[in-house]
């Protein structure tokens, strides 16, 4: 049983607000991802990380930020909610060997209105 | 590039059918290759992977074979029951990819009583 959590589950906001969406793992996993999901159910990867002071852009270009001050926690934020935002935000961790399995949280949605 | 490509869904079934999701991968050098399952609500969770030509990963009946020769892991299952309805992801990894796992679209399986 993967131990990788993620809050909220759900938040309705509105267009303008700052949050920040939390990602924490117990696994002492050294790469941490987010993804974001789209109603046609395809992934894409916006932020991972390989370790603590190391953040990298994905391959989908978002306006959201990360950070990574300790290993176990990866949080996403969003300065200036859109409407655009709206969708669900999934974080996953593995560890830093080789072409390893990604463990994935229960994701946050998200609606911005 | 590396890529996935996966039968597209929706793809509904009955209980006790036969279940095979086609998935296709064009990827450099030798990749490791997974099959990820996401029920309503929640994230994904590895459902099996094999990490080598001829392989076959295995996981709570269903099966899928590492071919080489084809670029191809096909998901099987000899007998769908409903608690497999969910969407199923084929996925990739490899060293060429910076170890970043390659998501197909995903198929949706919807299995009636």
């Known amino acids: 049983e993967a131990d990788i959590y993620q809050t909220p589950r759900y938040l309705v906001i509105g267009t303008g607000k700052k949050i920040t969406l939390e990602c924490s793992q117990t696994m002492g996993h050294d790469k941490m991802y987010w993804y974001q999901q789209d109603p046609g159910m395809e992934l894409h990867l916006i932020h991972y990380?390989?370790?603590?002071?190391?953040?990298e852009k994905g391959d989908l270009s978002s306006e959201s930020t990360v950070s990574r001050i300790r290993t176990e926690h990866f949080p996403l934020t969003l300065e200036s909610a859109r409407p655009s935002h709206t969708s669900q935000y999934l974080c996953?961790?593995?560890?830093?060997?080789?072409?390893?399995?990604?463990?994935f949280g229960p994701g946050t949605r998200l609606l911005v209105l | 590039g590396n890529s996935v490509t996966q039968m597209e869904g929706p793809v509904t079934l009955s209980e006790e059918a036969f279940l095979t999701i086609n998935c296709t991968y064009t990827a450099t050098g030798y990749p490791s290759l997974f099959w990820y399952v996401q029920y309503p609500g929640e994230g994904l969770q590895l459902l099996l992977k094999a990490t080598k030509a001829d392989d076959k990963g295995s996981n709570k009946g269903f099966e899928a074979t590492y071919r080489k020769e084809t670029t191809s892991f096909h998901l099987e299952k000899g007998s769908v029951q409903v608690s497999d309805s969910a969407v199923y992801f084929c996925a990739l990894s490899s060293y060429s990819s910076a170890s970043k796992i390659i998501f197909g679209s995903g198929t949706r399986l919807s299995i009636r009583p």
């Open positions: 996953a961790s593995s560890e830093r060997t080789g072409m390893e399995t990604q463990y």
């Open positions: 990380s390989y370790g603590v002071n190391s953040t």
